[in-house]
């Protein structure tokens, strides 16, 4: 698990960002399969490469564990899992911790491989669709078509929420 | 003492905080001379220092507080105006007070010199002064009616002209000459200018009494990051020392060491700044029981011991509430209006003890009382009412279990609720607080005689020691407070020792019955074909409240200091977890909960008690046993203590040899009998099949075994039989378990059946025993049993059902001696044996306590109660060897 993705894909799309005007949102992306995800730039504290998971055995099957993140530790959220994306995962690449949400706690948010950070004008900003393939749009705020793709991006608050706490004990 | 020693600290170091603020205020005094508020502060402080000084005796501290007190009356209201030379007397006198402070921090008493007694002169007359000049010529007249005339008068008008008059008429030399020298004084005392000592006579020796700045007023915060990062330090250490040990560099090692050592000591003493008294929160506990008392209209009188026991002070912050609702409870509830009390001839005034102590790195606070106790029948009824529990399940509870339902939510029993407290509301929060700083609740409560809240905390939430085990790859950690003891076993000794019934695997250690939880299944992690334990088993035996039990991890590395993180709120509701902590690598390992996993242990108890319903006799026996149920043909259960059973084994059918007209079979190297339940019991033969379990028992030296079917199950619960139903040779009662009713051998008797020999030790054969046994036990199941093996031991028995009917047949009777039950109703077996001790006739009677348990505080009681011996109720050798002894001086007695 240890093993960096030294080479993160930047992807060019950065004809985007020179359109860059005092109404673009500034996002932070990120790759799981061929699904292309962004949070808003705020939301994100940092991004950390490679943390140790240390799994939680009788955790929700959302979490993937908790990491040390210098000293601090937190619930790592396997991003597939959360939002039901159905993917072949290679525990061998490992992942890319993005973390996110309040300083108090903030949670790690295992995704595959890091993208850019992307400006989009809030004009191209839209809805969520009703239907996303392979995504639960629980957990979706808004969605950008961008040339050839689409840019998911994320509710970090719901991504954050506690799934309801019934004892998993059993 | 101590807690004098207390105050007059905590009343220097406000003192001395106060005082600096008293320069800084005077100052500000002196441009704005017309701020009340400022006076009205000034005044109080001084005033504070004034009436404590009385309290403590310190007449010249007093005597200059009271003047200066005296002097800022006037300027607070208002008769006297603001000026330097009034201000100058003041600051002198702080400065005063400042060295008389300073001297009774060094030696605890006030300085020993006549400068002071000048002062105090100086000052009177000064306060006399200031008075009269501004007195309407009359001068000497004080009258308050009349100054009081003056003041309000003159005092608008005229007020500031006086203070400007005053200003500008010279001041008294004395005074003058003072000035300047008490501010050099001042800025001198620093450097400790002793010129300024000499030159000024009558100011303060400041040089030989300074008041020393010792304590210092630091943000909680600060003293929360410092704790984190001596947490984080340790951690570092850990890392360090794990380096060290693989380089195994001596030099590097011994530096490691040595840094080791002064972690240690950092972390101690930072921990130590974070420590307060609990005194801090009982102080506040005599005024709140009085107020409760009076409203109650009880008499109760508090005792405050241990106040300087230490806390974290986190922990002391979180543990007011719940102490203030116990006491109410206490008060409330507990303790009984004074012609109650007298009634039951306790005296009017009830006694409640808050009493904290240092216990094994714990805290242990208690809230006792002496008043009408819990009857555990009435929470019976009442959760029965409220519909918490079903009759079957509460027949099911013992006393002790019964007593606390008082925690579970929207528990109430109080039969009125009054303006105080409803019993209960709020018991359950009361443990919720404890469980969450990581302590536990325990309660006592005996009718009559009051209640006993035992309440055990950590000492610090922050950095605990913890033993790390390993269980599927992963480390967890395991606070050592829960620790008992770690037991490997052998491959051979699993073999021999553990035995799987049902679902459930138990360990024989030293001849308890401990319950094995293997981690992996406590965490849901499939257990690997490989994992089984090929190279034996390691155990941690762990207490988690009421019961020990065995923990079975892969394997058991060190102890460490571990640093505590919260879960985040993802995880926080696992219970069977902790926190989270740092390793040494920088990898997180989990802590696990003790509590948590017994808790999830009980639940699935709690499913068998759902199932078990159990016809009982009022009274209700309250000891838990482990009982094992198996079948001879199907649909006929017959149940026994597990603890009595040695081993159980299967063995094929074809293994069973007829021998002189006895069943055996070929048992690790000896031929062993086994016993047909059918031949002795009316019951439907063994069915024929492959294999047979057995019940092995080891008993006078030998092993004897029964023959079974099926071994079907193992309850831990209490044993409560019906007697009457099936009285029969062999059987001790019955009882419905798991809708299925279930017969309890009685195993001494069907082995006596079988072989008469088996329990006549040769070497007793000659002695004829023949004594009679008074037995006092109040469980009919025990009382059948304990018979069965005495009276098979030739004894002749007389029972009891509980103490106080022993106690009446002992003196009716002619007993040669007592076996007693401890925990019984009416009489309980410390009482019963209290009572025979302090009886002429009776004190020589020799005393058997029995028990189902064998806990060693019991053990300490009862030996000092005066019982002779101390024995478990289920092992018969034992007990018979005890009778046997304590008969044997009599018997020579009777020979000689």
Redesign the interface.
């Known amino acids: 698990m240890t093993k960096d993705n030294n080479n993160v894909p930047v992807k060019a799309e950065n004809e985007l960002a020179e359109s860059r005007n005092e109404n673009a949102a500034q996002f932070v992306t990120f790759y799981f399969g061929k699904h292309f995800f962004g949070l808003p730039i705020d939301d994100v504290i940092e991004i950390n490469r490679a943390l ?1 998971v ?7 099957s959302y ?1 993937a ?4 993140l210098r ?5 790592a ?1 396997d991003l597939a899992n959360r939002i039901g994306l159905n993917i072949e995962k290679n525990e061998e690449d490992g992942f890319n911790n993005v973390i996110m949400g309040d300083r108090e ?1 903030p ?1 790690s948010l295992l995704v595959q491989s890091i993208g850019d950070v992307m400006s989009v004008p809030s004009s191209q900003i839209e809805p969520t669709p009703e239907l996303i393939e392979g995504v639960d749009v629980k957990y979706v705020s808004h969605v950008c078509k961008l040339p050839g793709q689409l840019l998911i991006i994320l509710n970090s608050n719901a991504l954050e929420q ?2 309801n ?1 019934n ?3 059993g | 003492m101590v807690m004098e020693d207390d105050i007059l600290k905590d009343f220097l170091a406000e003192s001395k905080e106060n005082l600096e603020l008293l320069d800084q205020q005077f100052v500000e005094l002196e441009q704005e001379p017309d701020n009340e508020e400022l006076i009205k502060s000034i005044f109080r402080t001084i005033h504070t220092i004034k009436g404590t000084s009385g309290f403590f005796g310190f007449t010249t501290l007093e005597g200059i507080a009271h003047f200066a007190e005296d002097i800022l009356s006037k300027l607070r209201d208002g008769i006297v105006p603001v000026n330097e030379e009034i201000t100058t007397m003041l600051l002198q006198s702080v400065d005063y007070i400042k060295a008389i402070l300073g001297s009774l921090e060094q030696t605890g008493k006030e300085p020993d010199d006549m400068v002071y007694l000048d002062f105090i002169v100086d000052l009177r007359n000064f306060a006399e002064k200031i008075t009269k000049d501004v007195q309407t010529p009359t001068g000497e007249n004080e009258d308050a009616k009349e100054s009081g005339d003056e003041e309000s008068t003159p005092e608008q008008g005229e007020g500031k002209v006086e203070g400007r008059t005053s200003k500008k008429e010279p001041p008294p030399t004395e005074i003058s000459d003072k000035l300047p020298e008490a501010q050099a004084g001042r800025a001198a005392k620093k450097e400790h200018d002793k010129k300024s000592k000499k030159k000024t006579p009558s100011a303060p020796p400041v040089g030989a009494h300074q008041l020393t700045e010792t304590h210092v007023r630091i943000d909680v915060h600060l003293l929360d990051q410092l704790m ?1 990062l001596a947490g ?1 330090l340790v ?1 570092s250490r850990n890392r360090l020392t794990q380096i060290a040990g693989q380089l195994n560099n001596p030099d590097l090692m011994t530096a490691n060491q040595r840094m080791s050592l002064v972690v240690t000591e950092l972390q101690e003493q930072i921990m130590k700044t974070r420590m307060q008294p609990i005194g801090n929160v009982f102080n506040k506990f005599p005024r709140i029981v009085r107020d409760l008392a009076r409203a109650a209209e009880k008499q109760v009188q508090l005792r405050i011991e241990g106040a300087e026991t230490e806390l974290d002070r986190s922990i002391i912050e979180s543990i007011k509430d719940p102490l203030t609702h116990m006491v109410r409870n206490s008060i409330d509830h507990g303790i009984e209006l004074p012609d109650i009390r007298i009634q039951r001839d306790k005296p009017a005034a009830g006694i409640l003890v808050m009493r904290a102590y240092h216990e094994g790195g714990q805290v242990i606070i208690e809230i006792q009382d002496d008043g009408a106790g819990i009857d555990p029948e009435k929470l019976k009824n009442k959760a029965l009412e409220k519909g918490i529990l079903t009759e079957d399940q509460l027949n099911s509870l013992s006393d002790r279990e019964a007593l606390m339902l008082i925690f579970q939510p929207g528990f109430s029993t109080a039969e009125k609720v009054t303006n105080i407290s409803g019993r209960g509301v709020g018991m359950d929060v009361v443990k919720t607080n404890i469980e969450k700083l990581g302590g536990t609740v325990e309660l006592q409560s005996e009718v009559g005689h009051g209640t006993t809240v035992k309440i055990k905390i950590p000492l610090t939430l922050a950095i605990i020691p913890a033993l790390i085990v390993h269980s599927a790859d ?1 480390r967890y950690a395991i606070p050592q407070v829960n620790l008992v003891e770690l037991v490997h076993l052998t491959k051979e000794a699993v073999e021999k020792d553990v035995q799987v019934i049902g679902d459930s695997e138990f360990y024989r250690l030293r001849g308890e019955i401990l319950p094995l939880i293997r981690l992996r299944k406590a ?3 499939p257990e690997v074909a490989s994992d089984k334990h090929e190279e034996g088993m390691n155990v941690v035996v762990l207490n988690a409240g009421d019961r020990p039990f065995g923990l079975v991890v892969d394997s058991i590395s060190d102890s460490e200091e571990i640093v505590v ?1 919260p ?5 926080k ?5 902790a926190g ?1 902590t ?1 390793m040494g690598d ?5 802590i696990l909960d003790v509590m ?1 996993i017994t808790s ?1 242990m009980s ?1 699935a108890r709690e499913e068998h008690l759902q199932k078990a319903s159990l016809v009982t006799e009022k009274g209700a026996g309250e000891e838990r046993q482990f009982l094992l149920l198996c079948t001879v043909a199907d649909d006929e259960f017959f149940a026994l203590p597990l603890a009595l059973v040695n081993r159980l084994d299967k063995i094929s059918a074809s293994s069973i040899e007829l021998v002189g007209g006895k069943e055996v079979v070929q048992y690790r190297g000896h031929s062993m009998q086994v016993i047909r339940l059918e031949n002795y019991l009316p019951i439907s033969p063994l069915p024929e099949q492959e294999d047979y379990h057995l019940i092995v028992f080891h008993m006078n030296g030998k092993d004897i075994a029964f023959v079974v079917s099926r071994i079907e199950d193992s309850l831990d619960m209490a044993i409560e039989v019906e007697e009457h139903t099936f009285k029969q040779e062999g059987i001790l009662g019955s009882a419905i378990i798991k809708d299925k009713t279930t017969l309890f051998l009685d195993i001494y008797q069907i082995i006596q059946m079988h072989d008469p020999d088996f329990f006549v030790l040769p070497e007793r054969e000659d002695t004829v025993e023949s004594a009679r046994i008074l037995l006092a036990e109040d469980s009919t199941f025990y009382r059948n049993l304990l018979t069965s093996y005495l009276s098979s031991a030739g004894y002749e028995v007389v029972v009891a059902e509980d103490g106080q009917r022993a106690w009446e047949l002992i003196q009716e009777e002619d007993i040669d001696l007592l076996v007693t039950d401890i925990e019984m109703p009416n009489m309980d077996g410390f009482e019963l044996t209290k009572n025979i001790r302090a009886n002429e006739q009776l004190k020589d009677m020799p005393i058997i306590a029995v028990t189902s348990l064998s806990g060693e505080e019991d053990k300490r009681k009862g030996l000092e109660a005066g019982v002779n011996d101390y024995q478990p109720k289920l092992d018969r050798d034992q007990v018979l060897t005890a009778v046997h002894n304590l008969l044997a001086p009599e018997r020579l007695e009777m020979a000689a």
């Open positions: 140790d240390t799994p939680v055995p009788l955790a929700p979490v564990g908790v990491v040390n000293g601090q530790i937190l619930t959220i706690e949670v506690a799934e706490v004892d998993s004990q | 984190t984080e951690l992963q965490l849901k992690i993180k879960l985040g709120q993802h995880l509701h696992i219970r069977t977890f989270t740092l920088g990898r997180v390992a989990l948590g999830s639940m």
